[in-house]
């Protein structure tokens, strides 16, 4: 297997929030990021100080940001 190929590229593109701590050092981060090259997507995951390493997360489109935001304002409001 050819590690090189398995590479990820990343850009953080803008950093919205600071979520909270996860583990020693690292925080839990919402930012736009770019993988890849790709068009960048809110992406929430746990982040080394640094920001060269990263913890399992997710990336969102816009319009998936748009239907998680609703669903979670529903559930806050009860």
Same mark, same amino acid.
């Given at each position: 297997?050819?590690?090189?190929?398995?590479l990820i590229?990343?850009r953080?593109d803008r950093?919205l929030?600071v979520l909270? *701590?996860?583990g020693?050092?690292?925080?839990v981060?919402l930012? !736009?990021?770019?993988?890849n090259?790709r068009?960048?997507?809110?992406? =929430?995951r746990?982040?080394d *100080?640094s920001?060269?390493?990263?913890?399992?997360g997710?990336? !969102?489109?816009?319009?998936?940001?748009?239907?998680?935001?609703d669903? =979670?304002a529903?559930?806050?409001?009860t």
């Amino acid at each position: 297997m050819d590690r090189n190929r398995d590479l990820i590229q990343f850009r953080i593109d803008r950093r919205l929030a600071v979520l909270g *701590p996860s583990g020693k050092d690292w925080t839990v981060e919402l930012n !736009l990021v770019s993988w890849n090259g790709r068009e960048p997507k809110l992406d =929430l995951r746990s982040w080394d *100080p640094s920001h060269e390493r990263m913890g399992k997360g997710i990336a !969102l489109t816009r319009d998936e940001a748009e239907k998680l935001r609703d669903a =979670l304002a529903d559930y806050l409001a009860t």
